[in-house]
């Protein structure tokens, strides 16, 4: 399992009976995650102190309870700043589990540009909600086109960049859709040197198009495959659907990109740490190709 381990404004505290305990900066949230099936004492006072609670309904959905919550905050990992804010379905605004990756790709990133400061690294972000692998890569000295379907997602996004002082970095913010932006990229013949990509279990693009991800994600990597560079450094593919495990991600990277470019692929679960019991919760996996 690859693990989250650098932060310092976020933690799972605990978890228990379908929900997890988290640190948000100095405010303390409790909310729904399938798989935590296990049931263990509510020994920290998180608990009942908390500041929101997501409560799951039985009908689908559910709704926030909040206590001495702001509308509005935000929470930093190493020099990144992120604005985050409860809304529908549980989420904040950020996967902090995915700062392992962030973490990879931008010492890629840094190696090659040391190598060579002057040659450009194109990367391209699909799915690229509200940012973190953006504003990594483009730290880390990147160019990095943003994708996403959501206008309010790519709004997001470049608030987080202003707030960690990215504004002018070379980013190109897109409301698009995935597979349709990546069709017009071959057309075009544009090619990058990294592609991230972050896809959801089930959406819509801007015109109504649907996406699942069972049917929809291995006719996708082998499109976006096409617009890797001859030259290219790194794929990554994250998922949060139970039945694409790290084995079937490393198939289908093995199938569609290492035969034309080589390589070696990876894949495992990505989890973060627990404090209150030193274990690791699983949060999905990656499957991830390097040169």
Known sequence: ??????????????????????????????????????????????????????????????????RNLPEEWTINYKELTFNLKPFAFKHTGIFPEQAVNWDWFSSIINKKKAENPDKPFKVLNLFAYTGGATLSAAKAGAQVTHVDAAKGMVQWAKENAYASGLEDAPIRWLVDDCVK?????????????????????YGRGPKGEIWKIEESIFP??????????????????NSYTTGLQPAVLSYMINTAIVPKFGGHVESEEIGLPVRDDGLYLPCGASGRWTR
């Not at 495959?225 to 794929?235: E, M, N, P, R, Y």
Request: glycine fraction near 8%.
């Open 181 to 201: 932006f990546v069709e017009r990229e071959i057309r075009r013949g544009n090619t990058y040197d990294g592609i991230i990509m972050d896809p959801p279990s």
């Open 220 to 237: 996708f990597i082998e499109l976006t495959a096409q617009i890797l560079d001859k030259d290219a450094s790194f794929f990554l593919i």
């Open 1 to 66: 399992m690859w693990i989250a381990d650098n932060w310092k404004d976020y933690e799972v505290l605990a978890t228990s009976n379908g929900e997890k305990l988290e640190r948000w900066g100095e405010y303390t949230l409790v909310r729904p995650d399938p798989q935590v099936i296990w049931n263990t004492p509510h020994s920290n006072k998180g608990w009942k102190n908390f500041n929101g609670h997501y409560h799951r309904s039985s009908k689908g959905g559910g709704e926030w309870e909040f």
